[in-house]
């Protein structure tokens, strides 16, 4: 895409159904409808749930880190409770914290073994959230 000059999804949108086709096969139809929002596939419900998340929105950025580790608190619970509550053996956490700016960062680790309790989730996130905090006052 980046070779046609499709760069983001307002680019994708400016492109005919011909034109993705051409360049894209079968797929070009896709790649057409979901410019525009259209998705036909069908819903499964029942398939098996591979990630559980949490967020909040806040209405001005958060620059201060003990006051946004202190928001992850009530995301890390809930999410384990979920786990905890359906079964799910979790190994994966994952932090995304996005600006005002629309920037974002996104950082993960994966353990070896499943998480013991929450406090396990909370520490990991907390630990990623550090890191997010140190590139932004770099």
Request: one cysteine or more.
């Amino acid at each position: 895409m980046h070779r046609l000059g499709i760069e983001t999804g307002a680019d994708l949108k400016t492109k005919s159904l011909q034109f993705l086709s051409q360049h894209f096969g079968k797929s070009g139809g896709y790649f057409y409808g979901i410019a525009r929002g259209i998705d036909e596939r069908q819903v499964r419900s029942d398939r098996v749930r591979k990630s559980v998340g949490a967020e909040d929105t806040f209405i001005q950025d958060i620059n201060d880190f003990e006051l946004a580790r202190e928001e992850l608190k009530p995301l890390a619970d809930k999410v384990w409770g979920y786990c905890k509550s359906s079964g799910i053996d979790a190994k994966t956490v994952t932090v995304k914290v996005k600006c005002s700016d629309f920037t974002q960062a996104t950082r993960s680790k994966t353990n070896a073994l499943p998480f013991a309790d929450g406090r396990d989730v909370l520490r990991l996130a907390s630990d990623l959230l550090a890191t997010v905090f140190n590139d932004l006052a770099s």
